[in-house]
């Protein structure tokens, strides 16, 4: 019984995590697509993953995240990575 109550809150924890993620992790994406032949035309991007699927971006931010730690990363190189790319982004006009 002990294995399934601990099964269960492993379960809802994760389920918990999830749901966090999604509700903590924004990540801002500034792309428009310039189209001709259409009236206003622009395509924003992020419209249209956020219709798809809310939170997309901050979910394939999180897995790369986990994939890059199980590969063996430090969670410091990590954020040294986020922080260079946000700044990069940022300058080119991507956030």
């Known amino acids: 019984m002990i294995q399934v109550l601990t099964k269960c809150a492993s379960v809802l924890g994760l389920m918990m995590v999830g ?3 999604a509700q ?4 801002p994406l500034n792309l428009v697509v310039n189209t001709t032949g259409t009236e206003g035309g622009e395509v ?3 419209d249209i993953l956020n219709s ?3 939170g997309l971006l901050g979910v394939c931010a999180l897995f790369l995240m986990v994939y890059l730690i ?3 990363w430090t969670p410091t190189k ?5 922080f260079a790319f946000a700044l990069v982004g940022a300058a080119i006009g991507l956030f």
């Open 78 to 82: 990590l954020i040294l990575l986020i």
């Open 52 to 54: 798809v699927f809310p």
């Open 19 to 21: 749901a966090m993620t």
């Open 24 to 27: 903590m992790v924004n990540v």
């Open 70 to 72: 199980k590969k063996g």
């Open 44 to 46: 924003v991007i992020a």
